[in-house]
């Protein structure tokens, strides 16, 4: 009846079972292919890469999507609205991350800390960002609630770590081919990619708390209650 919850009956600590994993190694596999195929460039390259991304992320939500989700289960910011706030806030987050490289190569603080990372941008490096800004953030709000922090700047700080040792530990050394902590491109270079990911995350976080804070959330409430 209206103004009564509904109970679904589904715990809400259930944990994840052999599925999950191996549905969760997929989208590792298949995400570090389609960045791979990304950086490569070219119009064939970028669609897989899209297409392999894509791929990533409806197997990671295929692996948490039998987790108990809703209002009841989640409190004030249910799945979906964390999923659309994620990738609005990873679009943005890309789009700071583009300019802080411009800022750091019109004022020459990449120069003045031997940094060796590309500050001109192409129209299709602008894109490539605004791709793996839509996957972290989806990323980031698919996770909110396991990242450790008691606000949004102490998760988006969370987050950025685990962005900053994807790039520094996996893509500069057996991507690019730029050394550990992408030492080939300069010493300082791991400063930079710490901060501007920091930035970048705290920015994305803060649409996702920005959505708790509106009088509308859950979205889902008025389904379920």
Do not use: C
Request: hydrophobic share 55%; charged share 10%.
């Amino acid at each position: 009846m209206q103004g009564e919850a509904r109970t679904t009956g589904i715990p809400a600590g259930r944990g994840l079972d052999g599925t999950a994993v191996i549905l969760l190694a997929v989208t590792i596999v298949l995400g570090l292919a389609g960045a791979r195929l990304l950086i490569m460039g070219g119009r064939s390259a970028i669609t897989g890469g899209i297409l392999l991304l894509i791929g990533a992320l409806a197997a990671e939500a295929v692996a948490f999507g039998g987790r108990a989700w809703g209002p009841d289960v989640e409190g004030s910011l249910d799945l979906s609205s964390r999923l659309g706030l994620g990738v609005l806030g990873g679009i943005l987050a890309g789009l700071l991350h583009a300019l802080l490289t411009l800022f750091a190569g019109w004022t020459d603080i990449a120069a003045w800390l031997g940094s060796g990372i590309d500050v001109q941008l192409s129209a299709a490096d602008w894109g490539v960002r605004l791709l793996h800004g839509v996957a972290w953030g989806f990323l980031l709000g698919l996770t909110w609630r396991l990242i450790p922090g008691a606000d949004f700047v102490g998760k988006g700080l969370g987050f950025s770590l685990v962005v900053s040792a994807y790039v520094l530990l996996v893509r500069y050394p057996f991507v690019e081919g730029a050394g550990f902590l992408g030492i080939h491109l300069g010493l300082f270079t791991s400063v930079l990619v710490l901060i501007g990911n920091a930035l970048a995350a705290v920015l994305a976080a803060g649409v996702i708390a920005w959505g708790a804070r509106s009088p509308d959330r859950p979205v889902s409430q008025p389904l379920v209650h």
